[in-house]
Protein backbone atom coordinates (compact mmCIF):
# COMPACT_ATOMS: atom_id res chain seq x y z
CA UNK A 1 0.00 0.00 0.00
CA UNK A 2 1.40 3.57 -1.03
CA UNK A 3 1.43 5.97 1.13
CA UNK A 4 -0.58 9.14 1.88
CA UNK A 5 1.75 12.33 0.67
CA UNK A 6 2.11 15.36 3.43
CA UNK A 7 -0.38 17.91 2.55
CA UNK A 8 1.50 20.78 0.76
CA UNK A 9 1.04 24.07 2.16
CA UNK A 10 2.01 27.17 0.04
CA UNK A 11 1.54 30.60 1.50
CA UNK A 12 0.72 33.93 -0.66
CA UNK A 13 0.41 37.43 -0.14
CA UNK A 14 -3.62 38.63 0.40
CA UNK A 15 -4.46 40.54 -2.35
CA UNK A 16 -7.52 43.05 -3.17
CA UNK A 17 -9.13 40.09 -4.96
CA UNK A 18 -9.02 37.61 -2.05
CA UNK A 19 -10.75 39.34 0.45
CA UNK A 20 -14.48 38.31 -0.67
CA UNK A 21 -13.16 34.63 -0.21
CA UNK A 22 -11.19 35.54 3.37
CA UNK A 23 -14.50 37.41 4.68
CA UNK A 24 -16.53 33.98 3.49
CA UNK A 25 -14.31 31.84 5.15
CA UNK A 26 -14.14 33.91 8.54
CA UNK A 27 -17.69 34.34 8.86
CA UNK A 28 -17.65 30.03 8.45
CA UNK A 29 -15.15 30.47 11.11
CA UNK A 30 -16.04 32.82 14.17
CA UNK A 31 -19.29 33.31 16.38
CA UNK A 32 -17.88 37.41 16.16
CA UNK A 33 -15.96 37.50 12.50
CA UNK A 34 -13.88 40.35 11.25
CA UNK A 35 -15.85 42.03 9.08
CA UNK A 36 -14.99 42.70 5.18
CA UNK A 37 -13.94 45.92 5.85
CA UNK A 38 -11.36 45.04 8.58
CA UNK A 39 -9.86 43.39 5.86
CA UNK A 40 -9.91 46.29 3.45
CA UNK A 41 -8.91 48.87 5.94
CA UNK A 42 -6.17 46.02 7.36
CA UNK A 43 -4.56 45.87 3.54
CA UNK A 44 -4.90 49.79 2.94
CA UNK A 45 -2.60 49.95 6.25
CA UNK A 46 -0.14 47.88 4.89
CA UNK A 47 -0.26 45.26 7.31
CA UNK A 48 1.24 41.73 6.52
CA UNK A 49 -1.29 39.90 5.25
CA UNK A 50 -1.24 35.80 4.34
CA UNK A 51 -3.40 32.85 2.88
CA UNK A 52 -2.64 29.88 3.23
CA UNK A 53 -3.21 27.03 0.69
CA UNK A 54 -3.06 23.40 1.26
CA UNK A 55 -2.60 21.58 -2.05
CA UNK A 56 -4.35 24.18 -3.84
CA UNK A 57 -6.99 24.72 -1.40
CA UNK A 58 -7.60 28.01 0.76
CA UNK A 59 -7.16 26.65 4.46
CA UNK A 60 -7.03 29.91 6.55
CA UNK A 61 -5.57 33.29 6.76
CA UNK A 62 -3.24 35.94 8.91
CA UNK A 63 -3.02 39.21 9.60
CA UNK A 64 0.20 40.17 11.31
CA UNK A 65 0.83 44.39 12.07
CA UNK A 66 4.59 45.65 12.26
CA UNK A 67 5.55 48.09 15.03
CA UNK A 68 9.12 48.87 15.15
CA UNK A 69 10.73 45.95 16.51
CA UNK A 70 7.21 43.99 17.45
CA UNK A 71 4.67 42.33 15.64
CA UNK A 72 0.83 41.91 16.65
CA UNK A 73 -0.78 39.01 15.45
CA UNK A 74 -4.34 40.28 15.09
CA UNK A 75 -5.61 37.46 13.01
CA UNK A 76 -5.17 34.17 12.43
CA UNK A 77 -8.21 31.96 10.73
CA UNK A 78 -8.28 28.20 9.78
CA UNK A 79 -11.33 26.99 7.99
CA UNK A 80 -13.43 24.98 9.82
CA UNK A 81 -13.24 21.93 8.02
CA UNK A 82 -9.50 21.86 8.23
CA UNK A 83 -8.63 22.42 11.86
CA UNK A 84 -6.70 20.26 14.08
CA UNK A 85 -4.58 19.41 11.66
CA UNK A 86 -1.66 21.33 12.63
CA UNK A 87 -2.49 23.36 9.81
CA UNK A 88 -2.45 26.52 12.33
CA UNK A 89 0.89 25.77 13.73
CA UNK A 90 2.50 25.82 9.95
CA UNK A 91 0.61 29.57 9.11
CA UNK A 92 1.65 30.68 12.94
CA UNK A 93 5.21 29.92 12.05
CA UNK A 94 5.05 31.66 8.97
CA UNK A 95 3.58 34.61 10.07
CA UNK A 96 5.92 34.26 12.83
CA UNK A 97 8.84 33.79 10.08
CA UNK A 98 8.07 37.17 8.36
CA UNK A 99 7.85 38.96 11.15
CA UNK A 100 11.24 38.13 11.92
CA UNK A 101 12.36 38.68 8.67
CA UNK A 102 10.85 42.05 8.55
CA UNK A 103 13.00 43.01 11.79
CA UNK A 104 10.68 42.42 14.51
CA UNK A 105 12.03 40.74 18.04
CA UNK A 106 8.75 40.02 19.55
CA UNK A 107 4.98 38.88 18.42
CA UNK A 108 2.16 39.50 20.61
CA UNK A 109 -1.29 38.58 20.58
CA UNK A 110 -4.97 38.22 21.75
CA UNK A 111 -6.64 35.24 22.62
CA UNK A 112 -10.89 34.54 24.09
CA UNK A 113 -10.07 32.89 27.56
CA UNK A 114 -12.40 30.29 26.17
CA UNK A 115 -10.58 29.68 22.55
CA UNK A 116 -9.23 26.35 23.84
CA UNK A 117 -7.56 25.28 20.99
CA UNK A 118 -5.95 28.60 19.90
CA UNK A 119 -4.97 28.67 23.58
CA UNK A 120 -3.02 25.10 22.99
CA UNK A 121 -2.03 26.51 19.98
CA UNK A 122 0.32 29.64 21.22
CA UNK A 123 1.39 27.61 24.60
CA UNK A 124 2.50 25.13 21.87
CA UNK A 125 4.41 27.53 20.00
CA UNK A 126 5.79 28.93 23.20
CA UNK A 127 3.75 31.97 23.54
CA UNK A 128 2.98 33.20 27.49
CA UNK A 129 0.35 34.76 29.22
CA UNK A 130 1.49 38.52 29.64
CA UNK A 131 -1.55 40.40 30.42
CA UNK A 132 -5.37 40.44 30.23
CA UNK A 133 -7.41 43.13 27.93
CA UNK A 134 -10.67 43.85 30.25
CA UNK A 135 -13.78 44.16 27.71
CA UNK A 136 -11.73 43.66 24.65
CA UNK A 137 -13.68 41.04 22.42
CA UNK A 138 -17.82 41.74 21.83
CA UNK A 139 -19.83 38.95 23.59
CA UNK A 140 -23.16 37.65 23.74
CA UNK A 141 -23.36 39.19 27.38
CA UNK A 142 -21.96 42.34 27.17
CA UNK A 143 -17.88 41.74 26.10
CA UNK A 144 -15.44 39.78 26.83
CA UNK A 145 -11.97 39.79 28.12
CA UNK A 146 -8.73 38.86 26.00
CA UNK A 147 -5.43 37.17 27.23
CA UNK A 148 -2.69 39.03 26.08
CA UNK A 149 0.20 36.16 25.13
CA UNK A 150 3.84 37.00 23.61
CA UNK A 151 7.35 35.52 22.37
CA UNK A 152 10.55 36.34 21.12
CA UNK A 153 11.34 35.81 17.70
Not at 10 to 37: H, I, L, N
Not at 71 to 80: D, K, M, S
Request: hydrophobic content about 45%; glycine content about 10%.
Amino acid sequence: MAAVPAPRIEFAPMRDEDVDAVAAAEQRSYEFPWTRGNFVDSLRAGHSMWIGREDGAPIGHAVVMMAVDEAHLLNLTIVPERQRRGLGGALLGHAMAVARGHGAARMLLEVRPGNAPALALYRRCRFAEIGRRKGYYPGHAGREDAIVMARDL
